[in-house]
């Protein structure tokens, strides 16, 4: 029976009062290019009851909590602050076949768009320009660029 089941997106005041009535925490944090956000502290996984489970699937990307860290399929699990954790990393593969058909199915309009020429798509599509890392030998992505230490150079002039 589940009770009191919700999915919203909280800041670190509405996590701080919901925290200790939490069995059951799944964090999910991406930034583009960067280090997912710390959301939570460790008096903030503290303040959950013993025995509540923190599921972190931003591990990929650093975790969202100062208690997270790697754990693998063999050791899926380990306790702090009174809490489980389980911070598996690139926990797709747990279910290949339904990730693979979820991936696709998000994916496949745009390899259609693209399919018909990836220079007049990019010319007019905004929203698959921001997805370029690198183009015409310079990074396009200013946070892929600031974690290699290396220069960014917008999209505005790139040969399409």
């Known amino acids: 029976m589940l009770i009191g089941l919700e999915t919203r997106p909280l800041d670190g005041d509405g996590l701080r009062e919901l925290l200790p009535d939490t069995d059951l925490l799944i964090g999910a944090a991406l930034i583009a290019g960067e280090h997912a956000p ?46 489980i954790h389980c911070c598996l990393p690139n926990l797709p593969a747990a279910v290949p076949l339904s990730s693979t058909q979820a991936l696709t199915h998000a994916t496949f309009p745009y390899v259609q768009m693209l399919a018909g020429g990836i220079e007049a798509v990019l010319s007019r599509n905004a929203a698959l320009r921001h997805g370029i890392n690198v183009w015409d030998g310079a990074i396009r992505h200013a946070a892929v660029a600031d974690a290699l230490g290396l220069p960014y150079v917008p999209w505005e002039g790139a040969r399409v």
């Not at 599921?55 to 693998?72: F, H, K, L, N």
């Open 38 to 83: 710390h959301l939570l502290d460790r008096a903030m996984i503290a303040s959950m009851p013993e025995g509540a489970v923190f599921v972190d699937v931003s591990i990929d990307q650093g975790g969202i909590s100062e208690t997270s860290r790697p754990t693998s399929f063999e050791a899926p699990a380990y306790v702090e602050a009174g809490v």
